[in-house]
């Protein structure tokens, strides 16, 4: 900032005149004038104060999430399994009236062939075989256990089907066995027994028979 050039002579005396009428006049000048006079700087030259930091604290919202667990009940659809159980005595039933049917298998085992020549009993066994065999064709499907032909050497490994094959004469130790078949076996892959529409008429195997 440049320092203006100080007045003249003149006019200073101009300027003196004028501040003692003034002076007199006013005290608040008269004032200002002695302050001065006493080395008080104006206040043209002191120089402004710095600006100061002025800290404005804002208002500021605090977004906050929050997780709410919401229990939803959703409808399920509840699946009942229906089981049909065929009772085992049932089916026993049912086949040993077949076998009479077709066979007249419970009429042969409960006579009393004591008294019949073996002629005779082997007409009756041939007409029960026959009657039997057609059952099994007809209801079951019956297959070898071992493919093998019966006096084979087969071999046993570890962990093989003991329901399937059961040893006989000297067992000893632990498979792998080693021996001769003396029997396939037999193994039913499929059963085909009629429909019952009344599980207690299985228990009749053969009805009593009047002559009217």
């Known amino acids: 900032m ?5 007045p003249s002579f003149l006019s200073r005396m101009a300027i003196a ?3 003692f009428f003034a002076i007199l006049g006013n005290g608040r000048l008269a004032a200002d004038i002695q302050r001065l006079r006493a080395g008080e700087a104006l206040a043209a ?28 009940e959703v409808p399920v659809e509840k699946v009942v399994e229906k089981r049909v159980e065929v009772a085992t005595d049932t089916a026993a039933l049912q086949l040993l009236g077949l076998l009479q049917r077709e066979a007249r298998l419970v009429d042969f085992l409960q006579e009393d062939v004591a008294p ?23 209801h079951f499907t019956i297959e070898a256990v071992r493919p093998e032909g019966e006096g084979s050497h087969v071999t046993l490994p570890v962990g093989f089907d003991a329901t399937a094959v059961r040893l006989t004469g000297n067992v000893l130790g632990q498979a792998p066995f080693t021996g001769q ?6 193994k ?7 429909q019952l529409t009344d599980p207690r008429a299985a228990a009749v195997l053969a009805q009593a028979e009047v002559e009217l």
């Open 116 to 138: 019949y020549s073996d002629a005779e009993i082997g007409a009756a066994a041939r007409v029960v075989h026959e009657g039997c065999r057609k059952v099994l064709r007809e």
């Open 45 to 72: 030259d002191v120089a402004p104060p710095a600006p100061q930091a002025v800290r404005v604290e804002v208002p500021v919202e605090k977004i906050v999430e929050k997780i709410v667990e919401v229990r939803v």
């Open 17 to 19: 005149i004028g501040s």
């Open 188 to 194: 039913a892959t499929a059963v085909r027994l009629p």
């Open 2 to 6: 440049n320092t203006p050039a100080p």
């Open 181 to 186: 078949l003396t029997h396939r076996g037999w």
